[in-house]
Nanobody, 115 residues
Framework: QVQLVESGGGLVQAGGSLRLSCAASGSIFSINVMGWYRQAPGKQRELVAI???????NYADSVKGRFTISRDNAKNTVYLQMNSLKPEDTAVYYC?????????WGQGTQVTVSS
């Protein structure tokens, strides 16, 4: 089994920064993709950013230039540095790990950006 534990959410003013962390434990394969998704009230869950075990990244257009995803393979941890936050970034942020054709989700962490 795989467990994902997120941390780092909170309340921040527009223009501020937050850093999310997600630690994976359990049966983690060396080849996988980790990422962050978010879901705002009344909206579908959407991709924010993903990173492969080799370090390749992909971002949603809405966060390019503001968010940076990174990972520490030795710690099975993925990070999301969020700068220049906007009220529209307000959502529950979920960590995801995809390996061996199966996806796993964390419990989510709330990010609220006030204007």
């Amino acid at each position: 089994q795989v467990q994902l534990v997120e941390s780092g959410g909170g309340l921040v003013q527009a223009g501020g920064s937050l850093r999310l962390s997600c630690a994976a434990s359990g049966s983690i394969f060396s080849i996988n993709v980790m990422g962050w998704y978010r879901q705002a009230p009344g909206k579908q869950r959407e991709l924010v950013a993903i990173i492969t075990s080799g370090g390749s990244t992909n971002y949603a257009d809405s966060v390019k230039g503001r968010f940076t995803i990174s990972r520490d393979n030795a710690k099975n941890t993925v990070y999301l540095q969020m700068n220049s936050l906007k009220p529209e970034d307000t959502a529950v942020y979920y960590c995801n790990l995809f390996q061996a054709n199966r996806g796993y989700w964390g419990q989510g962490t709330q990010v609220t950006v006030s204007s």
